[in-house]
């Protein structure tokens, strides 16, 4: 759902309790749309997310690690200097909207206390953060929206902060008198269902709790408001009021094992179709809803220039192999030109130069049937002979090379198919970094320029993971790193896993010299499942073998290894088990 004014404020509940009254430690931007406020308080530190991303935008608790740039951006800079170090006095949201302001104590240039605010706007598309003075002007926005006329109210530096207008003709759910109500009824004629009447009329509540009021008031969500706009009135100032007292309770919506929305209350409009199960916290709530899309998301737009390089190259390796398989597919007729030479060459005393054609038996035939053979009649008979085998060999030759070709293709499309996987599971810029590295030293990506080569981090290293009995499992993020573990880093007696004809992460098992237990076999083969194109399989069959049988065939792509003396596991892939050894850091 979008986070309506009732479950922000019902989130802003718990971040109030663990920021209010501490200090702003640190403060990044690990993306475009997002503020990271790391905070020290004396109940402990918090960590607290600003989101203007407009499909997301939000405040929370965080416990989610996330990746920052190597170079902070201006905003991120700007905040760093008039808040690092200063105290949060108070969040504040104004009644059914959706607006957080963070009052900060700071310090201004002559060393006296004055309060600036860190105004967050979670308005979908209009989503924005908005530095603001002690004076109420504008330091500096996420998004500066132009001064023009077509702006009805523009975000620059220097301008009076305005609050965003309210939305005209609309009541607040949490103020509604007599008049309203009795103006609400006269208003209720016809057949609109009540959900719809609701989001007409009402300020601040999204279309999930529109429905939900709905249902409580007449069973089902799509009801005309004509058969009780009283009971649907008493029944959305009842959900309101209890939300206003804090009966909060982080709800997240499951369909067919998919989390597909959220809420601070129980949903119950879905039926048994949908369960709402309930979590420890809101930040839990939001950090599992969200992660996941955000992750893919970004991944998606800071690897969108190799992503791009790499599917062209997939495409052109697919036509290229497809005509071949064509031309291939073309030579399987060469042995009717070996016969017709061998025929020729056995009637050259029945033939004449200038000859159009060659009736003859065919004594390759069981029957003798007679065969017509076309000539060319500027030619002599041993000329046409020659020509005939001249294909013949033509076409053997080529099915040699094709043969070779296409299974060369085979195994670059493979390597293509499994770069464009490991970008798929990357979690941030290192990963990505270390993906175009290997793009680079593959020849599919220019080298940049000497600068940005300057300014490039250290690498990931591979997942770490512990075993129910307490061995370490390794799993590889990229082609790189796939090919440290198997062939640098793990021992002979150590175990490899990798899906069959799957593409995946290389898992090792370490075993310390011993033989390992069925359950870290049982778990690591489940890691490789988990961590491949087939995920959202069931049944993946997964081979393991001890790490001496894996050998990468010199001159061959990244990543890629041959394995003999293996055994087959099929196993479920398990994204519980994956979160519950993953070892935290």
Not at 33 to 47: H, K, N
Not at 321 to 343: F, I, P, V
Not at 375 to 404: C, F, H, S, V
Not at 531 to 547: A, H, L, M
Request: glycine fraction near 6%.
């Amino acid at each position: 759902m979008a986070m309506d004014a009732l479950c922000l404020s019902a989130v802003l509940r718990e971040v109030d309790q663990a920021a209010t009254g501490g200090r702003i430690d640190k403060i990044y931007q690990p993306s475009r749309d997002e503020i990271l406020l790391q905070v020290r308080g004396t109940a402990g530190a918090c960590r607290v997310l600003l989101s203007a991303n407009p499909a997301r935008p939000r405040i929370q608790l965080t416990e989610l690690p996330r990746e920052n740039p190597a170079e902070p951006p201006m905003f991120c800079m700007l905040l760093r200097k008039y808040l690092t170090g200063e105290k949060i006095l108070s969040l504040r949201q104004p009644p059914m909207e959706r607006l957080v302001e963070m009052v900060v104590e700071a310090t201004n240039e002559m060393g006296d206390k004055v309060e600036r605010r860190l105004v967050l706007e979670a308005m979908g598309r209009r989503a924005n953060l908005v530095l603001l003075d002690g004076e109420n002007r504008i330091v500096d926005c996420l998004r500066r929206v132009g001064g023009d006329l077509t702006q009805s109210r523009p975000l620059l530096p220097g301008m009076f902060y305005q609050l965003p207008p309210a939305q005209a003709g609309k009541y607040r759910p949490d103020a509604l008198d007599e008049e309203s109500r009795r103006e609400l009824v006269e208003s209720s004629k016809g057949d609109t269902p009540a959900d719809r009447f609701l989001l007409d009329h009402f300020a601040g509540i999204s279309p999930l709790v529109a429905r939900e009021a709905a249902f409580e008031a007449f069973g089902e969500v799509d009801a005309p408001v004509e058969r009780g706009v009283e009971t649907l009135l008493d029944k959305l100032t009842a959900l309101v009021e209890k939300a206003a007292a804090g009966e909060n309770q982080p709800t997240l919506l499951m369909r067919e094992g998919q989390p597909v929305d959220f809420s601070f209350r129980p949903i119950l409009q879905y039926g048994p179709t949908t369960e709402s199960v309930e979590k420890e916290s809101f930040s839990a709530l939001l950090d599992g809803f969200y992660h996941a899309k955000e992750t893919a998301e970004q991944v998606r737009q800071k690897g969108q220039d190799f992503i791009k390089s790499l599917t062209h190259a997939r495409d052109r390796l697919a036509r290229k192999m497809a005509l071949q398989e064509k031309e291939l597919e073309g030579t399987k007729d060469r042995e009717h030109d070996r016969m017709c030479g061998d025929l020729i060459t056995a009637n050259l005393y029945r033939m004449e130069k200038g000859s159009r054609r060659l009736v003859t038996e065919n004594f390759y035939d069981p029957e003798c049937r007679e065969i017509e053979i076309p000539l060319d009649p500027l030619k002599t008979p041993q000329q046409n002979a020659a020509r005939y085998y001249k294909a013949y060999t033509k076409a053997k030759r080529a099915e040699e090379m094709l043969t070779i070709q296409l299974e060369k293709g085979r195994e670059e499309m493979a390597y293509l198919e499994s770069v464009l996987d490991s970008i798929s599971r990357a979690e941030g810029d290192r990963d990505l970094e270390e993906i175009r590295q290997e793009l680079v030293s593959t020849g599919y990506l220019r080298r940049r320029g000497k600068a940005k080569e300057r300014m490039k981090r250290p690498g990931t290293k591979p997942m770490e993971f512990r075993s129910s009995s307490g061995l370490r499992i390794s799993v590889g993020r990229n082609n790189l790193q796939n090919d440290q573990l198997t062939t640098k880093q793990a021992g002979k007696w150590d175990y490899w896993f990798h899906t069959q004809k799957i593409h995946g992460s290389h898992v090792i098992l370490w075993t310390e010299g011993e033989e390992p237990d069925e359950t870290s076999l049982q778990e690591a083969a489940q890691l490789a499942a988990w961590f491949s194109q087939g995920r959202e399989g069931k049944k993946i069959p997964v081979d393991y073998t001890p790490v001496k049988y894996v050998k990468k065939p010199a001159g061959s792509r990244p990543g890629m290894v041959i394995y003999t003396t293996y055994q087959t596991a099929y196993v479920d892939p398990d994204e519980q088990l994956a979160e519950r050894l993953k070892i935290k850091k």
